[in-house]
């Protein structure tokens, strides 16, 4: 069964910066690309960061390139969002997605149960 | 967001509803094929449909994609109770840049 479970969620305060974590199981992980996608409370869904199944490609949304950065250890099944610079507007619940398809139809199949960064002074 | 949605849309048991998503003059030309997910209250989105029109296995067939110039539609046959949900397109960039984009989302209810 294919799994997601993220960490490292918390309060921080505004220009403060916080690591979250993805532990993936149930599937080859180098076979997979992995997303980031948030959520404000009460609000839709966000891209936020993509990485390849490599680990050679990553890429952003506007709304936090520069600030935030995406990673991925094979060794320990494991991906990263390092997430500096942090703004009110970055409250949300921060889901890992695992990146399915071939191009260019590509989709998110599995997605984790999301943890949540608070941005609060 | 990029990719336009109804705030909501209702329908009584039984009936077919359609969701839209729609994209600026030239996203849904310029983004790729569009996917759909479905969330209920304090859970993670499920994927529905991927692909513009395809439906992974365990999803039931009373959901439907289509995709029609600027326009990509979500169907949904028979409308059961279970059905009242928010609903999400996803459109992905190609070309070089990779990029993804949500729709606002959609919040269906059954009367």
């Known amino acids: 069964e294919v799994q997601l479970v993220e960490s490292g969620g918390g309060v921080v305060r505004p220009g403060g910066s916080l690591r979250l974590s993805c532990a993936a199981s149930?599937?080859?992980?180098?076979?997979?690309?992995v997303h980031w996608v948030r959520q404000a409370p009460g609000k839709g869904l966000e891209w936020v960061s993509s990485i390849n199944h490599i680990g050679d490609r990553a890429t952003y949304a506007d709304s936090v390139r520069g600030r935030f950065t995406i990673s991925r250890d094979s060794a320990k099944k494991s991906l990263y969002l390092q997430m500096n610079s942090l703004r009110a507007e970055d409250t949300a619940f921060y889901y890992c997605?695992?990146?399915?398809?071939?191009?260019?139809?590509?989709?998110?199949?599995?997605w984790g149960q999301g943890t949540l960064v608070i941005v609060s002074s | 967001s990029a990719l336009t949605q109804p705030a909501s849309v209702s329908g009584s048991p039984g009936q077919s509803i359609t969701l839209s998503c729609t994209g600026a003059s030239s996203d849904v030309g310029t983004y790729k094929h569009v996917s759909w997910y479905q969330q209920y209250p304090d859970t993670a989105p499920k994927l529905l449909i991927y692909?513009?029109?395809r439906r992974p296995s365990g999803v039931s067939d009373r959901f439907s994609g289509s995709k029609s110039g600027n326009t990509a539609s979500l169907t949904i046959s028979g409308l059961q109770a279970e059905d009242e949900a928010d609903y999400y397109c996803c459109a992905f960039s190609g070309g070089e840049t990779f990029l993804w984009v949500f729709g606002g989302g959609t919040k269906v209810t059954v009367l």
């Open positions: 997605v695992r990146w399915s398809g071939n191009y260019p139809i590509y989709f998110f199949d599995y």
């Open positions: 692909g513009d029109d």
């Open positions: 149930g599937y080859i992980f180098d076979d997979y690309g």
